[in-house]
């Protein structure tokens, strides 16, 4: 009986979650016919095609897109996407893991700095936006590949700090004091010895902070113009112009967008599972 | 071969004392046990020994070498962690040749080299067919001979270990003890073991060092450990059934203890010139109590039995003199009906007298 119920209610929301990527993902490969004919719901594409994702990867040739006036190629924006969460990624991750085992090992900067750093993420994004423009400007970063990393990586580097923390905190001293003793310098032993015991936690982080940048919409709105518009933000502006709204367009970018976060979960899955559970060692 | 000298040793944790002046000479090839309590210091001095800390002050010397300037990798001490210290993202294999890996690259030994090293070990520890296996996945057991063969690899002068068998099942523990000893005897180096356990202590070392409170409470042999305690806290922690501790008192050339009296002999000046104000406490142990018929003119003091705890080869027996508990080991085959009358013998020689104001053995 408890069974059921427990199927039941993981069935209920694995539904409640589930419906809206369905749609999308079938939304994506809908002809245009199909993608919100007055009066009737398709519930799955009739006639399945690739045009939405060949015209959002701007492979289509002009030809054969009816819509040849209006740019639908999602290309350099992905590319910036890529560019920007993935430096600001790099950099949160190299700043706040030196940091964290700082922390966690040799309590630097006291017992108040875990708080402080956190204190960075205790306001709203939206709060900070406008001074960093002008302070953007002025600094001429505005609208550059390296403002979105330095803002990316500034952004997510206490949640690095934190997560790597507790991790490094669940390492017993006594592996880098081995390895210390071993002959390795303080710096061996937190690469060699220290570091690869938190793998999974490293992953798991890399993960986290990665879907954050990957998903901006309000900084990137703010701190760039064409140029380095990123795929969220070129998603949003899919709609409107001569064609109306985009269904099929945007939910070909939406499944393009999904997919790395995807793919790197399911590629460091056994990781983020480690991750958890991790500690082999008898305390 | 290294002996270790420590010169007035402390290490002070802001107001706490962890080690208090601490002077101790462990010498060239001694299987030496740090025993105490915990937080009583002992794993602190290992620590400084190794110099994984840094003393507050005095000075830790190998062969008269003071160590303070040398770094830890140099300090050629092989260390096994209480938990192990394993890497887990390494196998048995890696995990025995890190420390050779780690040389500076002009020291290192060369591939071939470090293989017949990983694999003599493997040998001496019992782990040659572990070697491929991630040891991640090893039992604790296994872990354990693993820290040993980490730590036997650079061939230390010195062994530290601090309490390497306490999360080992009895059997094992029992086991690794006497295979310890006997790779002890193999190498014959400097070994200097940390414990809680005075029973391991006892029956592994050649000297111990009993620690408390951050302070030295006794150096010496096993046997000078429990057949002449220095202090109560010595004559409590040493022995394996927990020593009677009787109130006593000295008058008139003899020494009074619960309502019968041990006769002092030659101690009688060491009474005499002794300033007893705060009263004596004389122990006797258990093993060394005879029991006798209670109308016999042997015993020294009656008692009556409350509880008998059966162990095996032998059994506890629980007496009550005068609101104190008196503690005697019989053989199974004397042992008494609860409630009966037993008379106790105390030969005067097994009988210490420490002074309850200091605590010190009155000698």
């Given at each position: 009986?408890?069974?059921?119920?427990?199927?039941?209610?993981?069935?209920?929301?694995a539904?409640?979650?589930?419906?809206?990527?369905?749609?999308?993902?079938?939304?994506?490969?809908?002809?245009?016919?199909?993608?919100?004919?007055?009066?009737?719901?398709?519930?799955?594409?009739?006639?399945?095609?690739?045009?939405?994702f060949?015209?959002?990867?701007?492979?289509?040739?002009?030809?054969?897109?009816?819509?040849?006036?209006?740019?639908?190629?999602?290309?350099t924006?992905?590319?910036?996407?890529?560019?920007?969460?993935?430096g600001?990624?790099?950099?949160?991750?190299?700043?706040?893991?030196?940091?964290a085992?700082?922390?966690?090992?040799?309590?630097?900067?006291?017992?108040?700095?875990?708080?402080?750093?956190?204190?960075?993420?205790?306001?709203?994004?939206?709060?900070?936006?406008?001074?960093?423009?002008?302070?953007?400007?002025?600094?001429?970063?505005?609208?550059?590949?390296?403002?979105?990393?330095?803002?990316?990586?500034?952004?997510?580097?206490?949640?690095?700090?934190?997560?790597?923390?507790?991790?490094?905190?669940?390492?017993?001293?006594?592996?880098?004091?081995?390895?210390?003793?071993d002959?390795?310098?303080?710096?061996?032993?937190?690469?060699?010895?220290?570091?690869?015991?938190?793998?999974?936690?490293?992953?798991?982080t890399?993960?986290?902070?990665?879907?954050?940048?990957?998903?901006?919409?309000?900084?990137?709105?703010?701190?760039?113009?064409?140029?380095?518009?990123?795929?969220?933000?070129?998603?949003?502006?899919m709609s409107?112009?001569?064609?109306?709204?985009?269904?099929?367009?945007?939910?070909?970018?939406?499944?393009?967008?999904?997919?790395?976060?995807?793919?790197?979960?399911?590629?460091?899955?056994?990781?983020?599972?480690?991750?958890?559970?991790?500690?082999?060692?008898?305390? | 071969?290294?002996?270790?000298?420590?010169?007035?040793?402390?290490?002070?944790?802001?107001?706490?004392?962890?080690?208090?002046?601490?002077?101790?000479?462990?010498?060239?090839?001694?299987?030496?046990?740090?025993?105490?309590?915990?937080?009583?210091?002992?794993?602190?001095?290992?620590?400084?020994?190794?110099?994984?800390?840094?003393?507050?002050?005095?000075?830790?010397?190998?062969?008269?070498?003071?160590?303070?300037?040398?770094?830890?990798?140099d300090?050629?001490?092989?260390?096994?962690?209480?938990?192990?210290?394993?890497?887990?993202?390494?196998?048995?294999?890696?995990?025995?040749?890190?420390?050779?890996?780690?040389?500076?690259?002009?020291?290192?030994?060369?591939?071939?080299?470090?293989?017949?090293?990983?694999?003599?070990?493997?040998?001496?520890?019992?782990?040659?067919?572990?070697?491929?296996?991630?040891?991640?996945?090893?039992?604790?057991?296994?872990?354990?001979?693993?820290?040993?063969?980490?730590?036997?690899?650079?061939?230390?002068?010195?062994?530290?270990?601090?309490?390497?068998?306490?999360?080992?099942?009895?059997?094992?523990?029992?086991?690794?003890?006497?295979?310890?000893?006997?790779?002890?005897?193999?190498?014959?180096?400097?070994m200097?073991?940390?414990?809680?356990?005075?029973?391991?202590?006892?029956?592994?070392?050649?000297?111990?060092?009993?620690?408390?409170?951050?302070?030295?409470?006794?150096?010496?042999?096993?046997?000078?450990?429990?057949?002449?305690?220095?202090?109560?806290?010595?004559?409590?922690?040493?022995?394996?059934?927990l020593?009677?501790?009787?109130?006593?008192?000295?008058?008139?050339?003899?020494?009074?203890?619960?309502?019968?009296?041990?006769?002092?002999?030659?101690?009688?000046?060491?009474?005499e010139?002794?300033?007893?104000?705060?009263?004596?406490?004389?122990?006797?142990?258990?093993?060394?109590?005879?029991?006798?018929?209670?109308?016999?003119?042997?015993?020294?003091?009656?008692?009556?039995?409350?509880?008998?705890?059966?162990?095996?080869?032998?059994?506890?027996?629980?007496?009550?003199?005068?609101?104190?508990?008196?503690?005697?080991?019989?053989?199974?085959?004397?042992?008494?009906?609860?409630?009966?009358?037993?008379?106790?013998?105390?030969?005067?020689?097994?009988?210490?007298?420490?002074?309850?104001?200091?605590?010190?053995?009155v000698?």
């Amino acid at each position: 009986m408890k069974k059921v119920l427990r199927i039941a209610s993981i069935s209920v929301f694995a539904l409640f979650f589930g419906f809206p990527l369905y749609w999308v993902a079938t939304m994506s490969v809908k002809p245009k016919v199909e993608e919100n004919p007055p009066g009737i719901v398709v519930w799955h594409p009739e006639s399945p095609t690739l045009t939405n994702f060949k015209d959002v990867l701007g492979i289509n040739n002009a030809n054969d897109n009816p819509f040849a006036t209006t740019d639908f190629s999602a290309l350099t924006p992905l590319k910036n996407s890529f560019l920007a969460a993935g430096g600001g990624t790099l950099l949160a991750l190299l700043v706040g893991i030196f940091a964290a085992y700082g922390i966690a090992r040799f309590r630097a900067g006291g017992a108040q700095l875990p708080f402080q750093i956190l204190q960075l993420r205790m306001f709203p994004p939206a709060a900070v936006v406008i001074p960093l423009y002008f302070m953007f400007v002025y600094l001429h970063l505005w609208n550059t590949l390296e403002g979105l990393i330095i803002i990316y990586g500034a952004i997510t580097f206490p949640f690095v700090v934190w997560l790597m923390r507790s991790f490094f905190q669940d390492v017993p001293r006594e592996i880098s004091e081995a390895a210390i003793v071993d002959g390795c310098t303080q710096w061996g032993a937190f690469f060699k010895a220290v570091l690869p015991q938190v793998k999974g936690g490293l992953a798991a982080t890399a993960l986290f902070v990665f879907i954050l940048n990957w998903s901006d919409f309000l900084i990137v709105l703010v701190m760039t113009q064409d140029k380095w518009t990123t795929a969220p933000l070129f998603l949003s502006t899919m709609s409107g112009g001569s064609g109306g709204q985009e269904y099929g367009h945007q939910a070909a970018l939406a499944v393009l967008l999904i997919l790395p976060p995807a793919i790197l979960g399911l590629s460091i899955q056994k990781y983020l599972v480690r991750g958890l559970t991790f500690g082999a060692i008898k305390r | 071969m290294s002996s270790i000298t420590l010169q007035n040793l402390s290490k002070h944790f802001g107001r706490l004392r962890a080690v208090d002046n601490l002077d101790l000479e462990v010498p060239h090839g001694s299987f030496t046990a740090l025993l105490g309590p915990s937080g009583c210091g002992k794993t602190t001095t290992m620590n400084m020994i190794s110099g994984l800390e840094t003393p507050t002050t005095g000075e830790v010397l190998f062969d008269e070498r003071p160590m303070s300037k040398v770094a830890i990798g140099d300090r050629n001490v092989g260390f096994v962690f209480q938990n192990y210290a394993i890497f887990t993202h390494m196998s048995v294999y890696e995990n025995l040749a890190f420390g050779l890996k780690s040389q500076p690259r002009r020291a290192r030994a060369d591939k071939a080299e470090i293989d017949r090293r990983v694999k003599a070990v493997a040998e001496t520890v019992g782990l040659s067919a572990a070697l491929d296996r991630p040891a991640a996945r090893l039992s604790v057991n296994d872990l354990q001979k693993v820290a040993l063969g980490r730590s036997m690899i650079m061939e230390p002068t010195i062994f530290l270990l601090d309490e390497p068998f306490s999360n080992l099942d009895s059997a094992f523990r029992a086991y690794m003890r006497a295979e310890l000893k006997r790779i002890q005897h193999e190498v014959g180096q400097t070994m200097v073991y940390v414990t809680h356990d005075q029973v391991e202590a006892m029956g592994m070392a050649d000297r111990i060092a009993v620690m408390d409170l951050g302070r030295l409470q006794q150096y010496g042999s096993p046997e000078d450990l429990y057949e002449r305690p220095a202090n109560t806290f010595v004559a409590r922690f040493i022995g394996s059934v927990l020593n009677n501790f009787l109130p006593a008192r000295y008058a008139d050339g003899a020494l009074h203890v619960g309502d019968g009296s041990v006769a002092v002999g030659d101690r009688r000046d060491v009474f005499e010139r002794h300033d007893s104000a705060a009263g004596l406490t004389a122990t006797i142990r258990p093993e060394r109590v005879r029991v006798v018929d209670p109308g016999s003119d042997e015993a020294t003091i009656r008692a009556q039995v409350t509880l008998v705890e059966p162990l095996g080869p032998k059994d506890i027996v629980h007496l009550e003199h005068q609101g104190t508990d008196v503690r005697v080991v019989v053989p199974p085959d004397r042992r008494p009906a609860i409630g009966s009358a037993l008379g106790l013998h105390f030969d005067p020689a097994q009988v210490h007298v420490f002074d309850d104001a200091t605590g010190l053995a009155v000698r």
